[in-house]
């Protein structure tokens, strides 16, 4: 039987990119999942030789990167059936990868989308809803819907002399493991993903199964005590993982309690020269420091309304003397912290200062697949913003002495790692400028601190929410002034409480993750190429730079192919290598399109193996031919505001 493996009397698994079930009755079949495809060149080992039906539990790529291979079956009558949620993504791919993405794009956190696509269309000939039932042959399959690890992914029950057979797709691995993190980031850290993972896992326990067949390792038997096991786990992290404050109940409560009014209506003051915004459910990123000479230096500038911004800063003008504004200093990659930067370039004449590593996904922003960058914000008053040039880009350490006061910048990642931290004396205390690291109160023993946890800013926790509390731990302010009109006193007692959250946190990840190192799972960079857009004209070059991760404190080995469209060239056409500890190689990559090559957005899979293990197409970039036309935003994208 080859690489089959036999698990009831019809019923077995041929692995490849995933695992892929083969139900048999006499001389048909039926596939659950497809993988790579192998599977269809050995059904007759099986002596199949009419293959009826391909479930797909979900649309991610592993589970049907083999689709060509599919054409010639459903020419002699093969059906494939899907989730009805994700009939779109298998029919229609490319819909939900774009040039110019924006907030509200669908299936997307703040425009990163979180669908793994397959590079071609798979026609789908039957859908099935949340609890919809399939025959095949005397059997029953009840249709569950299982979402969590993929926006629509289907479970299919199938009983049998009162015991439940459970193909599970990625619900759950065995050992009571979650296959990946990132998958489940439906929305920007409020876990919608992981609710819905438990949620459906306790469905499935109570089908108490005799045999759970998952998508990717071993299968369980008796598997009711392990799914326990796992939405124990998936609360514990739940537990964790919503923001360290009280987000959306009484985050008004904690968000300022030590400014106080000034004369300027809504701009207060927390002492001589530091001002920022305060009102009612009201998130504004802006700090002001006025020297005694009348010349300003903001930290942030965003989320506002332009005439109200402009009336405050004349009545600033008038009541406290403010004769000019130097310069903006941005604290993290986030366009919210810079919407308003550009029109106070122009009105004021303001220099923009960020640090090295932040600069960048302001300037050539759409290089990155992260969420919430600049371009991606839409409005009804004014132009989508476009790059945003800096005008002088500090790096790590780097002094400032202005108009008497000494600043220093440093990378302080939390929320992402293409975040700084600006700090220095203001009146006699040691104030640290900290962007959307931390928010909460400093009395409440129960908050932690932690903004919103976001796989897709780049934001594993070692160069996150461990790296922030141990940095502010070391340079103990006497007052936080965050991001979103955030001012936190002697934060010393939240600062410890937020260092052990952010331990917490890391270890409910590790004990979900299948790998010794749970940043395989959660993070979705490991591997990558940079520019994640490319565009090539007909005929002619471009180069990425193909990034490749180890995470450990051993040898690991890697290859990656590129799995390219016609009329695209890669040369080399797959990166092998061996990394001898933790680090970053990185090989370039020229992309040749030929003359021919089809214009419009094309979408190039890295098909990925490490250690030897297989991962298939995990991860992607966009090459597109010719000449980038504008994208128009489908609607107006929501003001990022309470998920920051």
């Known amino acids: 039987m080859g690489a089959f493996k036999q698990l009831d009397s019809d019923l077995f698994v041929w692995t490849d990119t995933c695992n892929v079930y083969v139900l048999r009755d006499g001389n048909a079949g039926m596939l659950i999942d497809l993988g790579d495809g192998s599977v269809l060149d050995h059904l007759g080992e099986l002596g199949i030789t009419s293959l009826e039906w391909v479930l797909f539990t979900h649309h991610h790529r592993e589970q049907c990167q083999g689709g060509p291979k599919l054409e010639p079956f459903i020419a002699r009558g093969t059906q494939v059936a899907a989730p009805e949620a994700e009939r779109e993504i298998f029919e229609n791919p490319l819909k939900f990868r774009r040039m110019r993405p924006t907030l509200n794009d669908q299936f997307s956190v703040y425009g990163a989308s979180y669908v793994r696509v397959p590079l071609a269309p798979i026609k789908i000939s039957k859908t099935f809803k949340r609890m919809d039932d399939f025959a095949w042959r005397g059997r029953e399959f009840w249709c569950v819907h299982i979402g969590g690890h993929s926006p629509g992914m289907m479970a299919y029950c199938l009983p049998s002399n009162g015991k439940f057979t459970v193909f599970c797709g990625d619900l759950m691995r065995s050992g009571a493991k979650m296959q990946t993190w990132y998958d489940s980031e439906f929305d920007y850290g409020f876990a919608k993903g992981l609710y819905e993972l438990a949620n459906n896992s306790a469905q499935i326990a109570g089908y108490d199964p005799a045999l759970l067949l998952p998508s990717h390792g071993a299968p369980v038997k008796n598997a009711r005590a392990e799914i326990n096991e796992y939405t124990a786990k998936l609360r514990r992290l739940g537990e964790l993982y919503v923001r360290g404050y009280e987000i959306n109940r009484f985050a008004n409560c904690d968000q300022d309690n030590v400014s106080r009014p000034s004369v300027v209506p809504h701009l207060w003051q927390l002492s001589k020269h530091l ?27 965003g989320l506002f309304d332009r005439k109200f911004l402009d009336t405050a800063l004349e009545r600033a003008k008038e009541r406290l003397g403010l004769k000019s504004i130097d310069a903006i200093f941005v604290t993290h990659m986030h366009g919210d912290h810079a919407l308003d930067a550009e029109h106070i370039r122009q009105k004021w004449g303001a220099k923009l200062w ?3 590593g932040i600069a960048d996904t302001f300037e050539r922003a759409w290089d990155y697949d992260l969420a919430a960058l600049l371009p991606a914000y839409t409005d009804r008053s004014v132009p989508a913003p476009g790059p945003l040039k800096f005008d002088r880009v500090l790096r790590d350490g780097d002094v400032i002495q202005w108009e008497g006061f000494t600043f220093v910048v440093d990378w302080m990642p939390g929320q992402t790692k293409y975040h700084a931290c600006l700090h220095g004396e203001i009146d006699g205390k040691t104030v640290a400028f900290t962007g959307d690291n931390i928010f909460a109160s400093t009395v409440d023993p129960r908050q932690g601190g932690n903004e919103a946890v976001v796989a897709r800013n780049g934001a594993i926790l070692e ?72 565009i090539v004209q007909p005929g002619g070059e471009a180069t990425v730079a193909l990034r490749v991760r180890n995470f450990r404190e051993r040898e690991q080995t890697h290859r990656v192919d590129l799995v390219l469209p016609p009329g695209i060239s890669a040369t080399p056409a797959f990166v092998e290598g061996k990394q001898n500890g933790p680090g970053i190689s990185e090989t370039p990559i020229k992309l040749k399109a030929t003359a021919d090559a089809k214009r419009g957005l094309q979408l190039v899979a890295l098909e990925i193996t490490r250690d030897g293990q297989r991962h298939g197409q995990l991860f992607d970039f966009i090459v597109h031919v010719g000449e980038v036309q504008s994208e128009t935003p489908k609607a107006t994208a929501p003001e990022k505001k309470a998920g920051y």
């Open 275 to 301: 001002f920022k915004f305060r009102g009612p459910d009201y998130w504004v990123n802006f700090a002001m420091i006025i020297s005694d000479s009348g010349k300003a230096l903001l930290v942030d500038c």
């Open 463 to 534: 160069e996150g929410y461990l790296y922030a509390a141990s940095y502010l731990h070391g340079i103990a302010p006497d007052l936080i002034i965050g991001g979103h009109c955030w001012a936190l006193g002697e934060p010393r007692g939240l600062i410890e409480r937020y260092q052990q959250r952010a331990s917490d946190l890391r270890d409910a990840f590790q004990a979900l993750s299948p790998e010794d190192d749970y940043r395989y799972m959660f993070d979705p960079y490991w591997v990558q190429a940079h520019p994640y857009r490319v």
């Open 354 to 356: 960020t640090m090295h």
